[in-house]
């Protein structure tokens, strides 16, 4: 066999797929423009109006398939124990049995596109690289925003075998025939019968998150579905947190808010708002790099209101999917700024009657090139990372947790992050608004056993001389009537105020059995009409809920029998004393 290994396994693929094409992509402006011409004819893309959204179209993506679909993505590891209670499993033999006749010939009159990428910055010593093969002319468009593409990719290889090869196929996009496979011995992906999102955008949630947490662990790193951002004070001092919470529930506008404290000097910058890889750096802090290139942003609910930002970042060069578009060819969902125009075709390409169903998917989203956004901050690309000073664990409760609370220590705030839950979203295919556990927001992306997992956090944490504090927050707690009781977007700023006095060991906080509570005048509410009623409320530690949430952390820890780090049934116990629990 003659080639590079990276044309060697491109000869293998086409071989089986039998594409009528094979096209390099060199992630130039040109090929962009012959992506988009190509997508136009085949009715994969529709142009939006050029005038007010140059470069900006939008892509339907078939009904059945709209969001991740948890069920049908498998851990292919070896043994069945390396991928946990918490994945499904199946031996990478029989799911290359299963799959392989689904592949075969599935690229028959169609185009295969190759994709090599590299995840993190350019020049990175923590940037890793890898090559997609795809027949969906949307996903390479779309990895062309999300990674950096191309040329830069092809040098930082070279003729090395040290890629991540990742083969997908649109197959006939039926659920009953679609497999989202990771091999993490082999560090391989194959995914089939889906085009959409993390399902296809193999560098996403299956290079970066699945098998690259593997790597993590096996090198001693972090991989995290975790925003980055900076948190500048009035000082000009940045300070750099990462914050993990589910899939919806609210990275990406705390990545990129629009400060009300911008006169006292407090404002936002944005590294990341999805994925974060974490290493422990010569100064025995933690250091953190947005592997990604672009946002894949949930669009409905933003808006000039929420988040400003995006709203600037999206009129030009994005891909939207699966939005309403009004009779002017522009993009509409629900909560973008007014009511619904009457002439609104809906996300399937439907005329829109007022009081039906939904014009946009609740999964519609944005792709989006970061550097459009206007608070990336001037060090998002920097080959080192930047050095986190509080890690934040969040989701999405109508109860319990309260607005924000802070860890005792590393390993109470691992415990933390190990405990949680959130109400589910749309963002997978499953009933939306059940609470379910989801430690450190990874339940659907760790690619092994989450034991082990929470063990590598605790020994991660033994190696940090200058570990970030970690922090729980809640911006979805209601009221009696549902209505969410805290402002949330641009005002979270004020919860990050708080964050950063604590870092600084200022901020003032009530200890209670769960960990540090804010005292009822050390959050900056200035300007806030919120009753101390409210107030009150937002930051009650409830000792019933609570008990009741003890009870369920223990059911989800003892399914990883031995595999469950002593200490987190310590802090378990710990957390149950300081409750007086029975
Ligand atoms: P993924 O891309 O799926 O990982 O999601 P994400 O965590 O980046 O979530 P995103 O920021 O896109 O927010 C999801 C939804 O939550 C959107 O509809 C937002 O408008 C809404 N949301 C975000 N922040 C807040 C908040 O502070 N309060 C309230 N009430 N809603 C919020
Ligand atoms: C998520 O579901 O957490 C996302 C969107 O960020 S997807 O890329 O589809 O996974
Ligand atoms: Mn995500």
């Known amino acids: 066999m003659s080639g590079t290994p990276l044309e060697r ?23 962009a423009q012959r992506l988009y011409e190509q997508g136009l004819a085949e009715k994969t893309f529709y142009r939006l109006n050029q005038k007010a959204y140059p470069g900006c179209h939008l892509h339907r993506s078939h009904p059945s398939d709209v969001a991740r679909t948890e069920h049908l993505t498998f851990i292919c590891s070896r043994r069945q124990e390396d991928a946990g209670p918490t994945n499904n499993w199946m031996s990478p033999e029989e799911a290359r049995a ?50 950096r593409l191309g040329k830069v990719a092809l040098e930082q290889l070279g003729s090395s075998e040290d890629f991540c090869p990742g083969l997908h196929s649109l197959g006939d996009l ?20 889906s085009g959409y999102g993390g399902n296809a955008l193999l560098g996403k949630k299956c290079f970066s998150l699945r098998i690259a947490s593997w790597m993590g ?59 974060a890889w974490l290493r422990v750096g010569p100064d025995g802090r933690l250091w953190a790099v947005n592997p990604e290139a672009g946002f894949f942003g949930v669009a ?10 995006m709203m600037a970042a999206i009129r030009r060069s994005t891909i939207f999917t699966n939005v309403a578009i009004t009779q002017d060819g522009l993009p509409w969902w629900e909560g973008i700024n007014g009511t619904g125009p009457d002439s609104l075709i809906d996300w399937r390409g439907n005329r829109w009657s007022p009081g039906s169903d939904k014009a946009a998917h609740p999964n519609s989203r944005f792709t989006v090139p970061a550097r459009n956004c206007p608070s990336m901050s ?52 499953h009933a939306v608004g059940v609470t379910r556990r ?72 009530t200890e209670t059995p769960i960990g540090f509570v804010p005292t009822p005048g050390s959050l900056d509410l200035e300007g ?32 990883f029998g031995e595999r469950l780090p002593q200490e987190i049934w310590q802090e378990h116990a710990a957390l149950a004393a300081r409750l007086g629990a029975s």
């Open 174 to 193: 039926s659920p009953e025939r679609r497999f989202i496979l990771h091999f993490p011995e082999e560090r391989t992906i194959w995914s089939v019968g």
């Open 378 to 429: 001037p060090h998002w690309e920097d080959p080192q990372g930047v050095p986190i000073s509080a890690i934040i664990f969040g989701g999405r409760r109508a109860r319990v947790a309260p607005l924000v609370y802070q860890s005792f220590d590393w390993q109470h705030g691992v415990f933390v992050g190990a405990g949680m839950a959130s109400e589910t979203t749309a963002a997978a295919i």
């Open 98 to 147: 299963k799959t392989l006749p689904l592949f075969r010939g599935a690229m028959r009159g169609r185009t295969m596109y190759v994709l090599p990428y590299i995840m993190g910055p350019v020049g990175s010593p923590f940037s890793k690289v890898g090559v997609e093969v795809t027949d969906s002319v949307y996903v390479a468009a779309s990895m062309r925003i999300m990674t």
């Open 217 to 275: 662990r096996q090198e001693g790193w972090l991989a995290e579905h975790m925003l980055i951002l900076g948190l500048e004070d009035p000082s000009g001092q940045v300070w750099y947190m990462a914050a993990a919470f589910p899939s919806a529930c609210g990275k990406t506008n705390l990545a990129m808010l629009v400060s009300p404290l911008a006169d006292q000097g407090y404002r936002v910058w944005t590294v990341g708002d999805d994925i």
């Open 300 to 309: 409905p609910g933003t808006s000039d209101r929420t988040n400003p930002n």
């Open 438 to 509: 989801d430690p450190m927001a990874m339940l659907p992306f760790c690619g092994y056993n989450m034991g082990d997992y929470f063990a590598h956090w605790l020994r991660v944490g033994a190696r940090l001389s200058q570990p970030p504090a970690i922090f729980h927050v809640n911006w979805f707690r209601t009221g009696e009537s549902g209505q969410f009781l805290w402002p949330g977007f641009g005002e979270n700023v004020r919860v990050l105020k708080w964050i950063v006095e604590r870092v600084q060991g200022k901020g003032e906080a």
């Open 9 to 31: 396994w491109v000869d293998e693929v086409a071989a089986i797929t039998q594409p009528d094409r094979i096209v390099w992509c060199d992630g130039s402006d040109e090929e």
């Open 528 to 559: 806030l009409s919120l009753s101390p009623e409210t107030m009150e409320e937002l930051l009650r530690v409830d000792r019933d809920a609570w008990e009741q949430e003890l009870a369920e952390q223990k059911q989800f820890f003892e399914q």
